[in-house]
């Protein structure tokens, strides 16, 4: 590879989402490896032995609950089932149509990875592979023609998400037997792929195949996939990032019964629009993306509440307004079907002809809130929320801006004139309401208090 070759594809990695790739050349030279480490990139794969890989014993939650003695004998016996289905040869690492998964010793959280491969074609029309993350299926590979099982969307999705989207963007294969590229991003529970320099996944939530009931391990081995059909790879690098802390009740609050709905690392008890919510840095950031979502702009927690007290954070951006939904439905319009208590830059010019049931803190369209206890955008606000059969109340940066009973709204109707059916309902959803505007949550915490 020329120099000028070498500066692009050190540029990809800094600043464009171009995959780097060794296409003319196999075995990437010397200063090629050089470059990557020095942009923290190692190689889990050095092109002559199966040095730093083993043999996949189980999945990660029976391994998990093997004893040391156990477990080290399945090792032992995958890791001569390994030696058998996987070979090294001219720089690459090849499986020869028998045997089970490749696993990386280490287990890793964060990472960007970049590896090639090619589904070796034997004449069968079977190409089926794969990239495990975090001990999880996963990134997709497969011969596009296999029609009949869907393999036209191309390679690169999340072939087991459920919920999430598993199919990926478009086809950026290449011709069966030519080298491909991944890039692959994993932070938090979220994956985003690059194949060939084509976006294919992006920043999807990767489900937990093997216990749908529980978010995706925070971290495991990185498995190559065996299923029956040749393929090899080359050239596989992973730099580690940075990993968040999750987010960890207090002593008292632990007492007092409180669970998490977000620590910042996964978004598992959320349901909704995951494609412009997302977790970021530790936050569940609202980044509203050109287009309307195919599930609508709200984020719901996956458990219905009736009486509770929520704590959150909250960070606005200049102008934004987004919504609490309490007691709320999944469809419809929660500011109406359920309640919005508003999340509102009510400070900002656009709004300065809200009425009073439209302030931050407000039920909306039936009690206002207290004006003035925001604080400047770019800063975090705390907020609790009690709810208790007819009584709201919202204490806004330790004040109370809320202390309501909608007992009389419940009868008489809401202050503007519209029908609220949401202030006749005993339960519901706790749902972050979009309206297109930037902004993040954190620390999100609830206690029941309905007794459940």
């Not at 990185?222 to 968040?244: D, F, T």
């Not at 007290?309 to 606005?316: A, N, S, T």
């Not at 919202?394 to 059916?421: C, E, Q, S, W, Y």
Request: hydrophobic letters at 35%.
């Amino acid at each position: 590879m020329n120099l000028n070759k070498l500066k692009y594809c050190l540029l990809a990695i800094l600043i464009i989402p171009v995959v780097i790739s060794f296409k003319e050349d196999p075995k990437p030279t010397d200063k090629d490896a050089a470059m990557l480490q020095k942009e923290g990139f190692v190689a889990l794969f050095n092109g002559k032995d199966l040095k730093g890989w083993k043999g996949l014993v189980a999945d990660p939650i029976k391994r998990s609950k093997m004893d040391a003695k156990t477990l080290a004998e399945a090792q032992k016996k995958a890791d001569a089932e390994m030696r058998d289905g996987w070979k090294v040869a001219n720089g690459e690492l090849q499986f020869v149509g028998h045997g089970n998964n490749i696993a990386t010793v280490k287990k890793y959280g964060d990472f960007e990875m970049l590896v090639d491969w090619k589904i070796i074609d034997d004449g069968k029309q079977e190409g089926d592979a794969g990239i495990y993350l975090r001990g999880t299926p996963q990134v997709q590979i497969w011969d596009n023609a296999r029609v009949k099982v869907g393999a036209q969307v191309g390679s690169g999705g999340l072939y087991n998400n459920k919920e999430n989207e598993s199919k990926p963007l478009k086809v950026a294969d290449k011709k069966l037997g030519e080298w491909n590229t991944f890039r692959i991003i994993m932070k938090a529970d979220r994956v985003t792929v690059y194949l060939n320099g084509e976006l294919v996944t992006d920043n999807v939530i990767l489900e937990n195949y093997w216990d749908r009931a529980l978010p995706i391990f925070s971290e495991e081995q990185i498995e190559l996939q065996a299923h029956g059909s040749p393929i090899s790879y080359r050239n596989i690098y992973i730099k580690e990032l940075p990993r968040v802390k999750p987010f960890r009740l207090s002593a008292q609050e632990k007492k007092e019964g409180y669970k998490v709905l977000f620590d910042g690392t996964n978004m598992h008890s959320w349901r909704g629009n995951t494609r412009d919510y997302i977790t970021e840095n530790g936050n569940m950031v609202v980044r509203p993306k050109p287009g309307k979502s195919s599930l609508g702009n709200n984020l719901f927690s996956k458990e219905e509440f009736s009486d509770f007290v929520l704590r959150f954070e909250f960070q606005l951006t200049p102008g934004a307004n987004n919504g609490l939904g309490i007691r709320s439905p999944i469809t419809g319009d929660a500011a109406y079907e359920g309640m919005e208590l508003q999340i509102l830059d009510n400070e900002a010019p656009v709004y300065k002809d809200l009425k009073v049931y439209q302030y931050h803190g407000s039920i909306y369209g039936t009690l206002p809130a207290k004006r003035g206890f925001l604080k400047p955008t770019g800063q975090w606000n705390y907020q609790e929320v009690v709810v208790q059969g007819p009584k709201i109340k919202v204490i806004l940066n330790g004040t109370v801006i809320l202390d309501a009973d909608i007992t009389d709204a419940r009868k008489n109707g809401a202050a503007d004139g519209l029908k609220h059916p949401g202030l006749l309902r005993d339960s519901g959803h706790i749902g972050f309401l979009g309206h297109g505007s930037p902004l993040a949550f954190r620390n999100i915490r609830i206690r029941d208090l309905s007794g459940k």
